[in-house]
C-alpha cells in the first residue's frame, strides 16, 4: 500500500505561481507513476499530468502544458506540481494519485484547494 498527502495549496493572482508537493510513503517500490488530477466547482476530475516513477517521463493536459512541470526528488519520495502563469480557470481542489505497477492500484491523496483570483 502508498499513502500520498499533498500539501502547498492556497491563494494566488492570475499570473502568479504555486507549488504542490505529494509526499508519498509506504511501499514506495511498487510505484509506478504518480499523477496529478483536478477537480473543479461542478465538474468531474480531470487528468493535469503525470511522470513515471523510474524514469521520469511527463504528460501534460493540454490546458497546463508550458505553464506547469511536474517533477520528482526520489531521495525525498516527494512530486511537485510546478504551477506558473495561473489563470482562474485553475481554481480546483488538485488531488495526487499514486499507480502501484503491481497490481495497478490507485491510491489517493485527500485533495487540496488551489484557487486563483483575477
Known amino acids: 500500500q502508498v499513502e500520498v498527502v499533498e500539501s502547498g495549496g492556497g491563494l494566488a493572482q492570475a499570473g502568479g505561481s504555486l507549488r504542490l508537493s505529494c509526499a508519498a510513503s509506504g511501499r514506495i517500490f511498487t510505484l509506478y507513476a504518480v499523477r496529478w488530477h483536478r477537480q473543479q466547482p461542478g465538474k468531474e476530475r480531470d487528468f493535469v499530468a503525470q511522470?513515471?516513477?523510474?524514469?521520469?517521463?511527463?504528460n501534460y493536459a493540454d490546458s497546463v502544458k508550458d505553464r506547469f512541470t511536474i517533477s520528482r526528488d526520489n531521495t525525498k519520495n516527494t512530486v511537485y506540481l510546478q504551477m506558473n502563469s495561473l489563470k482562474p480557470e485553475d481554481t480546483a481542489i488538485y488531488y495526487c494519485?499514486?499507480?502501484?505497477?503491481?497490481?495497478?492500484?490507485?491510491?489517493w491523496g485527500q485533495g487540496i484547494q488551489v484557487t486563483v483570483t483575477s
Open positions: 494519485n499514486a499507480v502501484t505497477s503491481v497490481g495497478g492500484s490507485n491510491y
Open positions: 511522470i513515471y516513477w523510474s524514469g521520469g517521463n511527463t
